[in-house]
């Protein structure tokens, strides 16, 4: 799954469970979750956590193609951060990592100064810094706290060795993109690995892409050839509630245009201007997005705050969801709070009951 998204984006907001899992979820059925942590991170794991469009989890394999982004760093020589002793920190926490091992910032000494969230220690900018331009790698997580390793160490030797251009990263990350697209925009696919928009379009053939006409869509496309396969095949989907964090829904543009569903994370909208709710995960019914879901638990209840019906008939296929989302976390009830619209809520507790 991992290879054939290209990457799993990482978040720290855990509401039915956290954004990687849920991905892994809507892509291989209701595994437990600690199997999909163990595939993710556990010591026989192949990947490492590195920056795409943004923090995700990658597969080891790409580590070359991340190659010029780690230059960009070193070029750029600093985060926005200040670090005021940057020899010393970077040095130290070298040093500790070649002598102790993989540790987590805490365990280096600490990850912030005691102030708000953002207030990194030295040593937090530090190990952050090293990882930006590639002497650190992140090839685990501990309680969901970076454990930080020497790159010399943890990624393998044949990996190491690659050293590719700027314009041969580009190309296999606009590959990548475009086999998990399947169909993009220049703009889809510059944004999904976090690519200069400029440096798309150059590479396109070489990336092995095709240009099509999409209707409906205003901008030029690019397909990879093995999604073209599969137009006019009959696919049976599931209902299920997504991440909003998930690779189908991220990129809201691409979603809305897609979809015709606009959707926007409220997690940081004050409570009372929030529409949806505070982590409103889109319902996917087979290929059309029919509500929006905002959950959370009571013990064993998942509770469904806020339900929001996009569609005639939308009420069926997320009682279906809601259904499977709770035998998944290990729910045994669901308790709906808030329906819109509100003359649906009897129907959907009519359906979730039956």
């Not at 600690?34 to 790409?62: M, N, Q, V």
């Not at 780690?70 to 990592?97: I, P, Q």
Request: hydrophobic share 45%; proline share 5%; glycine share 8%.
């Amino acid at each position: 799954m991992l290879r054939q998204l290209g990457g799993v984006q990482l978040d720290t907001i855990s509401v039915l469970a956290r954004s990687h899992e849920l991905v892994a979820y809507a892509r291989s059925g209701a595994i437990g979750r600690d199997r999909i942590e163990k595939c993710y991170w556990g010591a026989k794991s192949e990947t490492f956590e590195y920056w795409s469009h943004a923090a995700c989890l990658l597969p080891l394999e790409a580590w070359p193609n991340y190659a010029f982004k780690r230059r960009a760093a070193l070029a750029k020589g600093r985060r926005w951060h200040y670090l005021e002793n940057e020899a010393k920190s970077c040095g130290e926490v070298v040093d500790r990592l070649r002598s102790e091992g993989p540790l987590t910032a805490n365990e280096l000494g600490g990850a912030k100064k005691g102030g708000p969230w953002w207030d990194w220690s030295e040593i937090k900018i530090a190990a952050e810094w090293l990882l930006d331009i590639g002497e650190l790698v992140c090839r685990e997580r501990r309680g969901f706290a970076r454990v930080y390793d020497l790159a010399e160490r943890a990624i393998p030797v044949e990996l190491a060795a690659v050293d590719l251009s700027d314009e041969e990263c580009v190309t296999n990350l606009v590959r990548s993109a475009g086999q998990a697209l399947g169909v993009a925009t220049v703009a889809d696919l510059a944004v999904y690995h976090g690519v200069p928009a400029k440096q798309v379009l150059p590479v396109i053939e070489a990336a092995g892409l095709v240009p099509i006409d999409v209707e409906g869509w205003t901008k030029a496309a690019f397909a990879s050839p093995d999604a073209l396969e599969v137009l006019g095949r009959r696919l049976v989907g599931r209902n299920l509630m997504l991440s909003p964090f998930d690779s189908l829904t991220w990129d809201r543009p691409r979603t809305e245009r897609l979809f015709g569903f606009r959707h926007r994370l409220e997690a940081y909208t004050p409570k009372h201007k929030r529409l949806f709710g505070y982590f409103a995960m889109p319902v996917l019914a087979g290929t059309k997005m029919v509500g929006l879901v905002d959950p959370g638990r009571d013990g064993r209840t998942l509770v469904a705050k806020q339900v929001t019906l996009l569609a005639p008939g939308a009420a069926r296929p997320v009682a279906h969801a809601l259904w499977e989302a709770a035998a998944w976390v290990g729910s045994d009830d669901i308790v709906v709070q808030r329906v819109e619209p509100p003359e649906e809520k009897a129907t959907l507790e009519k359906l979730l009951a039956s």
